[in-house]
């Protein structure tokens, strides 16, 4: 995505325009993106037992290395094949590494007063601004730093949300490229500290069963962020990614079917996101 922006500065089109989704990596036939029904990468790998047997070409990995993963999310206006096609080429979509979490992304100059109370905040992103895939123009007011509107909502049968960032590129005046990571909101009283980064929000997963305690997080996340680096003669991209909680990787729950240490050759848990498609600001 920076190198669209170098490519664009130097012969006038993007080709790295791309919007972004998820999906599974698999060879056996059947999709499996949770992880307590991930069912291997290969046939040779589709039991815990033979996890460690299979190995991939000079890398040596094994079935504990892969992952199960993800999802492709769509914002069609109905549940047809002509209107998710036509969101597919608006690149009005997104990506989770497999919950089902509900992600809205925003971008505009001046968004009305956003009430978290109410549930118009779809309504006031496509009055105001583009939705995630879109472009914004330079502003006509003197000063103006692009708006985001974010919502993220948990997956009902999953996990609480831990924090929503905003992942900025840019190119600046000599032409160099840049990336910067903004927490934007989060569960909880944490503070962001002098190094400029968020505390972990914490781990409740039990290792000797798997399961995560759902005392810590938050069911949905809404806010109205502001560019603070903002500079309207700069190329940028904006994207969201959402986090999760930690929860249990296939790897700890399988050890814990077998009856056996979690294996070495990935963490117990992990944090499961979503990743929306960017919204660009040319000058």
Same mark, same amino acid.
């Given at each position: 995505?920076?190198?669209?922006?170098?490519?664009?500065?130097?012969?006038?089109?993007?080709?790295?325009?791309?919007?972004?989704?998820?999906?599974?990596?698999?060879?056996?036939?059947?999709?499996?993106?949770?992880?307590?029904?991930?069912?291997?990468?290969?046939?040779?790998?589709?039991?815990?037992?033979?996890?460690?047997?299979?190995?991939?070409?000079?890398?040596?990995?094994?079935?504990?290395?892969?992952?199960?993963?993800?999802?492709?999310?769509?914002?069609?206006?109905?549940?047809?094949?002509?209107?998710?096609?036509?969101?597919?080429?608006?690149?009005?979509?997104?990506?989770?590494?497999?919950?089902?979490?509900?992600?809205?992304?925003?971008?505009?100059?001046?968004?009305?007063?956003?009430?978290?109370?109410?549930?118009?905040?779809?309504?006031?992103?496509?009055?105001?601004?583009?939705?995630?895939?879109?472009?914004?123009?330079?502003?006509?007011?003197?000063?103006?730093?692009?708006?985001?509107?974010?919502?993220?909502?948990?997956?009902?049968?999953?996990?609480?949300?831990?924090?929503?960032?905003?992942?900025?590129?840019?190119? /600046?005046? =000599?032409?160099?490229?840049?990336?910067? +990571?903004?927490?934007?909101?989060?569960?909880? &009283? #944490?503070?962001?500290?002098? !190094?400029?980064?968020?505390?972990?929000?914490?781990?409740?997963?039990?290792?000797?069963?798997?399961?995560?305690?759902?005392?810590?997080?938050?069911?949905?996340?809404?806010?109205?962020?502001?560019?603070?680096?903002? /500079?309207? =003669?700069?190329?940028?991209?904006?994207? +969201?990614?959402?986090?999760?909680?930690?929860? &249990? #990787?296939?790897?700890?729950? !399988?050890?814990?079917?077998?009856?056996?240490?979690?294996?070495?050759?990935?963490?117990?848990?992990?944090?499961?996101?979503?990743?929306?498609?960017?919204?660009?600001?040319?000058?």
């Amino acid at each position: 995505m920076r190198r669209g922006l170098k490519l664009e500065q130097k012969v006038g089109i993007n080709p790295y325009k791309f919007g972004v989704i998820g999906s599974t990596d698999s060879h056996s036939g059947l999709s499996s993106a949770d992880e307590d029904n991930f069912w291997g990468k290969m046939a040779r790998d589709s039991t815990p037992e033979t996890k460690r047997s299979f190995g991939i070409g000079r890398r040596k990995l094994t079935g504990w290395n892969m992952s199960a993963q993800g999802l492709a999310a769509v914002w069609a206006t109905e549940n047809t094949r002509e209107a998710i096609f036509a969101a597919f080429k608006r690149r009005e979509v997104y990506g989770t590494t497999g919950p089902r979490m509900k992600v809205r992304v925003f971008g505009g100059w001046g968004f009305a007063e956003l009430n978290e109370r109410q549930s118009n905040l779809s309504e006031i992103g496509y009055r105001d601004g583009v939705p995630m895939g879109g472009d914004l123009v330079r502003p006509t007011a003197v000063g103006a730093a692009p708006q985001f509107l974010i919502q993220a909502v948990k997956d009902p049968l999953g996990s609480n949300l831990d924090r929503v960032q905003m992942v900025k590129g840019w190119l /600046d005046a =000599d032409g160099e490229t840049h990336e910067q +990571v903004f927490d934007v909101a989060w569960a909880g &009283a #944490r503070e962001i500290g002098p !190094d400029s980064k968020l505390p972990a929000v914490g781990d409740t997963v039990d290792r000797a069963t798997g399961k995560t305690a759902n005392t810590i997080g938050t069911p949905e996340l809404i806010t109205l962020w502001t560019d603070p680096t903002f /500079d309207p =003669d700069q190329r940028a991209f904006y994207y +969201v990614r959402v986090l999760q909680i930690p929860t &249990a #990787r296939h790897s700890l729950l !399988d050890a814990i079917a077998l009856q056996e240490s979690a294996p070495k050759e990935g963490p117990p848990v992990l944090q499961e996101r979503a990743y929306s498609s960017a919204i660009w600001y040319t000058p």
